[in-house]
């Protein structure tokens, strides 16, 4: 069984106001489906707009979606009474982009792991002074910090701490939403690798969120890349960034610097911006950026189905090759 199961997912907000005139919805998230192994990174590449924090928010239980189920461990998160869903909270946490904006700048960062690991009971009360120092050496800071305040560290210190607090209650799934694109490129190879010793160390998995595809690369083993709330491709990491098969995720990888940028396809780059997701989308939803569109990409949207083994991807042009289509049961 997998931890996270996501299941055709989908979270529609309804607009007010002057963009009446349009259908009324934005589709937000529309009908995605993935799932996360223990101690496994799943990421969510895509531009911003594509609806990949929108998920990490409905994983979470912070938002309720207009269909769709989440299951962690078996549990099915939106049918779950009060105590039950705090129960499960502990066990997903989430580590944002802004560190800063993430933690109160009116306690230190020993008051705010000695808050959480007492209000959540996680040891004994004799035990927390210890524990919040035994945390903070885990994240690579050392156990004097835990009398100053955020303002006193640096970005890359901060999210260090921002990481404390999220493991400080033992969880087994963190949702990282950009965890490291509001640091400096310098400390950024650091915050990755400590997500990753803290992965090997505590079994933890990712749901890791972001736009750049380097870091996902380094940091994940699948890749789910999403637009206008679909998910478009998934495959091990590796697979996706020596063989992609979507033109969109071709044309993402073509935005990575290269040392000859003219070797590029001029196909695959990617031009234009991502429509919104107001009303109705028919369709592929790449049809108005694709160079190969053809007029059935327009009436028909193609479904995502497995064209290789455990590499999935929804165009009319990909031919699968003797499996299953990606079905919700795969998800489960
Ligand atoms: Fe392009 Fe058509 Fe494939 Fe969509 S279905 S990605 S428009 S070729």
Sequence with gaps: MSLLSVNQLKKYFPLRGRFLGSSGYIRAVDGVSFKVNSGETFALVGESGSGKTTVGFLVLGLLRPTEGEV??????????????????RRSMQMVFQDPYGSLNPRQTVGGMLKEVLSFHHVVEPDLVEGRAEEILRLVGLKPVCKSRYPHEFSGGERQRIAIARAI??????IVADEPVSAL???IRGQILNLLRELQEKLNLAYLFIAHDLAVVRFISQRV????????????????????PLHPYTKALLSAIPIPDPGRRKKEDL????????????????????CPYVREKCRREEPPLVEVEEDHFAACHLIKPQAVDSYSDSDSR
Excluded: H, Q, W
Aim: with cysteine; glycine share 8%.
């Design 71 to 88: 299951y962690f461990k078996g549990e099915d998160l939106f049918n779950l009474r009060v105590e039950e869903m705090r129960r499960i």
């Design 168 to 173: 400080s209650l033992e969880p087994e799934l």
């Design 184 to 186: 400096d490129v310098s």
């Design 224 to 243: 789910g890349v999403m637009y206008l709330g679909k998910l478009l491709e998934v495959a091990d990491t590796e697979k996706l960034f020596k063989k």
């Design 270 to 289: 990617l031009s234009g911006e991502m429509p919104d997701a107001l009303g109705k989308l028919s369709g592929c939803r790449f049809s108005s950026r």
